[in-house]
């Protein structure tokens, strides 16, 4: 299973809705990330890609770690379009990191399927939901029951091909300042594509700092075992 990772490190001070834009910190949450997934044991191979063009050399330490435990690694950093993510939003420059990923990655040439994980966060129990997953679904929760008319994009998985010709060139159409973020989008291209989509097999425990609202993700496991067994009937779908 192959895990991708996305990421801006010094992120431009213009960019809408973003509270936490301090470029250190951001990276010592990148890091911490990269070295969870990598200790995980959820992915023989794992691609991150940041575009602020930030020097590469601050992940020897993450390189180290993936050589250590057999874990393929690519790490690619590059200078996104400023000046277009102003204009359309973060979720623009997301895209961008994708469609970069999917030009310059060789893992991903290899990959069957992927899981798309929004890089400062951890999914605690990644690995109990990559055993369960099957390459060839499609898998997005709703971000939360009380908001079911999106799909949440911190974390997702598809097979590779799908994206490549239904989602890949598609982040042109994100317009933060009209409300069309990058969930919203993929929501659309998912009803407009009539793509079959399923709940992760065990729900994510997200743990980490929202970048936009800078408020902590957290969880209770108890709640979790029972959306465990939501999961597993689909619940958390758009409705």
Known sequence: MLAIVTGTIKPDQEIYRLVLRDPEERLRQYIDSLLFLIDSGAFSGIVFCENSNYDLKQFDI????????????????????????????????????????????????????????????????????????????????????????????????????????????????????????????????LEEEKIKVRNFPRYPRIVGISGSMGIPYSYVEWKCRIKDLLSQINFYIKR
Do not use: W
């Open 62 to 189: 993450v390189r180290n770690s993936a050589e250590k435990k057999k874990v393929a690694l690519e790490i690619f950093s590059f200078q996104g379009n400023a000046e277009e993510t102003f204009a359309h939003g973060k979720g623009y420059g997301e895209g961008e990191i994708m469609d970069y990923v999917f030009s310059s990655s060789n893992l991903i040439k290899e990959a069957p399927c992927f899981v798309k994980i929004t890089g400062r966060l951890k999914v605690e129990n990644i690995r109990a939901i990559t055993m369960r997953m099957d390459a060839r679904k499609t898998y997005f929760n709703i971000p939360n029951r009380t908001r079911r008319d999106i799909y949440d994009t911190r974390i997702y998985a598809m097979p590779t091909e799908q994206f490549q010709s239904k989602f890949r060139k598609q982040y042109y159409r994100v317009k933060d300042g009209e409300g069309i973020f990058l969930e919203k989008v993929y929501t659309q291209i």
